[in-house]
């Protein structure tokens, strides 16, 4: 069935460096895809989002990348900082739905 | 302003009781979603709704279900507790100005803590 994917379980990454998370999505009618955020704990907290007429969005630290071609997502964190040490999701909002369909998450570890 | 509200933060249960959870959106939000998250299945969707009507709903059992009102506050119930409904369950709400009409997407799902549900 469709699904949205990650590639990457786990990513640790130096203080300082930039990160970078992959997803993979299936759905071809996928119109909206979103990054969260997600501490022990907590719920998922939105990151940033990006529509399918875009390739690519800014935000603070963060950008989200969007190839459709290939059907891939990705969220850059520029200069990571301990804090941003969590699980990361990227979802896809499929058009003409009103849920949304997660990936099973990357886990981003920051060495100080 | 407030965030999404959910309440309780846990729960144990017994297998065979049944279980009722609460969202509280964002004031002005009128579309509530409620996922479940497992660590083996992570985050599946249960169902949405919108105006008191429930729009899109996810591939689980009929023992769990939801409703909204009219302030737009919902709740979901669980009948019957299996050991495998035991997970963290998130409510999400969305922007009422993103509706989906016209080719317009829906904007912004904010998620609540979630309520940490056990069954015992």
């Known amino acids: 069935g469709e699904s949205v994917g990650l590639h990457l379980p786990t990513l640790s990454v130096q203080e300082g460096d930039n990160s970078i998370i992959n997803c993979a999505y299936s759905?071809?009618?996928?119109?909206?895809f979103i990054w969260y955020k997600q501490e022990s704990g907590k719920g998922p907290q939105f990151i940033i989002d990006?529509?399918?007429?875009?390739d690519k969005r800014q935000g603070q630290r963060v950008t989200v990348l969007l190839n459709k071609t290939v059907k891939h997502l990705s969220l850059q964190i520029a200069a990571t900082q301990p804090g941003d040490s969590a699980v990361y999701f990227c979802?896809?909002?499929?058009?003409?739905?009103?849920?949304?369909?997660f990936g099973k998450g990357t886990k981003l570890s920051v060495i100080p | 302003k407030a965030g999404v509200t959910q309440t309780p933060r846990y729960l144990i249960k017994t297998r065979g009781q049944q279980v009722t959870l609460s969202c509280s959106p964002i004031?002005?939000?009128?579309?509530v979603s409620w996922y479940q998250q497992t660590p083996g299945q992570g985050l599946q969707f249960l169902f949405e709704?919108?105006?008191?009507?429930?729009?899109n709903k996810g591939n689980f059992p009929g023992r769990f279900s939801g409703r909204q009102f009219s302030n737009s506050r919902s709740e979901m119930n669980v009948s019957t507790l299996e050991l495998g409904d035991s997970a963290l369950y998130l409510c999400?709400?969305?922007?009422?100005?993103?509706?989906?009409?016209?080719?317009?997407?829906?904007?912004?799902?904010?998620f609540g803590s979630g309520t940490r549900l056990t069954v015992v």
């Open positions: 999400a709400s969305s922007s009422p100005e993103y509706t989906r009409q016209g080719g317009t997407i829906g904007y912004g799902y904010t």
């Open positions: 759905n071809s009618a996928s119109d909206y």
């Open positions: 990006i529509r399918s007429n875009m």
């Open positions: 979802a896809e909002n499929g058009a003409g739905s009103y849920q949304l369909t």
């Open positions: 004031s002005g939000h009128r579309s």
């Open positions: 709704y919108f105006s008191e009507t429930q729009r």
